[in-house]
Nanobody
Framework: QVHVVESGGGLVQAGGSLRLSCQAS????????MAWFRQAPGSERDFVAA????????YYTDSVKGRFTISRDNAKNAVYLQMDNLKPEDTAIYYC???????????????????WGQGTQVTVSS
């Protein structure tokens, strides 16, 4: 079993920044994919960003490119999401997801991730 815990959410004004952290523990693999998703009220859980364990390859949804940065500390089984120039439409619960390495085409689909955190609320005021 893998335990996933997020932290770092909060309330920020538009244009501000937040840094989310995610720690995975337990039976983590040595080649896991780690990702961030978000879910706004009444909406589906949407892909935000992902990062492979090796190679440093990163993937983003178009709406956050140039504003959000995903990074990993493999020694700590941790992944981070630096969010800059936040907009009100970024308001959502942000979830960290972990899974054994998957095909590139599967990275953006929440259904392909095995382990999830409880989520952390991000609220951006206008």
């Amino acid at each position: 079993q893998v335990h996933v815990v997020e932290s770092g959410g909060g309330l920020v004004q538009a244009g501000g920044s937040l840094r989310l952290s995610c720690q995975a523990s337990g039976r983590t693999g040595n080649n896991d994919d780690m990702a961030w998703f978000r879910q706004a009220p009444g909406s589906e859980r949407d892909f935000v960003a992902a990062m492979r364990r090796s190679g440093g390859h990163t993937y983003y949804t178009d709406s956050v490119k140039g504003r959000f940065t995903i990074s990993r500390d493999n020694a700590k089984n941790a992944v981070y999401l630096q969010m800059d120039n936040l907009k009100p439409e970024d308001t959502a619960i942000y979830y960290c997801a972990v899974s054994p390495r998957m095909a590139l085409s599967a990275l953006r689909n929440a259904a392909n991730y095995y382990y999830w955190g409880q989520g952390t609320q991000v609220t951006v005021s206008s």
